[in-house]
């Protein structure tokens, strides 16, 4: 209670953040350096508190697909196009040949809300690229249970991808339930963050390289989950 007059506009939800070799908050000198995080570590992407390379969560549930467009690190960063389409032609792959040339020019990200366990701080899990991988592993977990998605525990830790360079990637597995106290309070904030959407996520400015510029053949093209 005394949150009635809170309006979307005034939210802004963390996001569970990968820090990888280039990431700005492991590298030496840069002003958004975080102390003693390194490179695999998860991290708070508001509050920047590190996580180490494991944390426990808790789902609260999945959001629609969102995609946007940014501008390449090389003309300046920047989103342009906050919200494109599902469908739209600039998340559909080429087919020239040259990955670079045929990556969609929009990200596709799959959303979801989650509570960090124990603390019990809200953080939203989105995954793009090879994270399609571990997004559809969560929401598999999640599904599977045959509960409601907040009964599951599943923890978040971190691996090594080397192809097509060696970059960092998400990994999910279930880690049981969550107990009965959490199982309350997740269902009561199921219902808080219902009307939440994806916008309210923090994300940087700029679409940073990723390091995971996939192949088609290799993962599954971008649908609906």
């Avoid at 939800?13 to 350096?33: F, K, N």
């Avoid at 989650?114 to 929401?139: D, H, M, Y």
């Avoid at 970059?167 to 808080?192: N, P, R, S």
């Amino acid at each position: 209670r005394g949150f009635e007059d809170t309006l979307q506009s005034d939210l802004m939800i963390p996001r569970l953040a990968l820090a990888q070799a280039l990431s700005p908050q492991v590298t030496e000198g840069d002003p958004a350096r975080i102390p003693g995080l390194e490179v695999g570590m998860l991290f708070n992407s508001v509050t920047n508190v590190s996580y180490g390379r494991e944390v426990m969560v808790q789902v609260l549930r999945k959001m629609p697909l969102r995609a946007m467009e940014f501008r390449s690190v090389d003309d300046g960063g920047g989103v342009i196009d906050p919200d494109v389409p599902i469908g739209d032609p600039r998340l559909a792959w080429g087919n020239s040949g040259d990955k670079k040339a045929d990556k969609p020019q929009a990200t596709l990200f799959r959303d979801f809300l989650a509570v960090v366990l124990p603390q019990r701080e809200i953080i939203a899990l989105s995954f793009k690229s090879s994270g399609i991988t571990a997004a559809k592993n969560l929401w598999g977990l999640a599904t599977m249970a045959n509960r409601d998605c907040f009964a599951v525990r599943l923890r978040i830790t971190t691996g090594v991808k080397l192809v097509p360079k060696p970059h960092q990637i998400y990994k999910v597995e279930q880690a049981g339930w969550v107990t009965e106290a959490d199982f309350k309070l997740g269902e009561e904030m199921f219902d808080a963050v219902k009307t939440i959407d994806a916008t309210k996520i923090h994300r940087d400015n700029a679409n940073d390289d990723d390091p995971d510029s996939f192949v088609p053949a290799d993962i599954e093209r971008q649908t609906d989950m």
